[in-house]
């Protein structure tokens, strides 16, 4: 006969391992976005420094067009042109690693979008004054 304790105790490390279990999803699900978010804003810098040299020419809209066709073709929908200019965005309201990599900790991508889009241009020029570079 199994004693009542041994039933308990192992109710008990069943409940102890259900919570590791989703705790370390947690967490891995967190790493992932904080690792994804600064992809997204190394690829708005790079974009912004490289190939737009942070200037808006026709040209830079076709380039965008064109790198989006081909990532989306590699990576999936997360990289048309739309998102391409929200990552741009990003790193232009966010022009400093120093203050992103703290930020995507805490905040998901989906935060700095809605960030982004409230922002919008006025948040842009608030960044190129250093409301966000220091």
Known sequence: MIK???ILSEKQLFADLVR???SGKTEAAR???SALTLTYWH???RIN?????NQRAEYGKQIVLLLAT???ERFGKSFEARNLRRMMQFAEL???IEIVSPLVTQLSWTHFRLFVSVCGQKGIVAAKKGLFSR
């Open 31 to 33: 790493q992932v976005n």
């Open 94 to 96: 966010f022009p400093n």
């Open 43 to 45: 690829i708005g810098k």
């Open 4 to 6: 009542k304790e041994t």
């Open 20 to 22: 590791l279990i989703e």
């Open 70 to 72: 081909q990532l989306v």
């Open 49 to 53: 420094d490289d190939v737009l040299q």
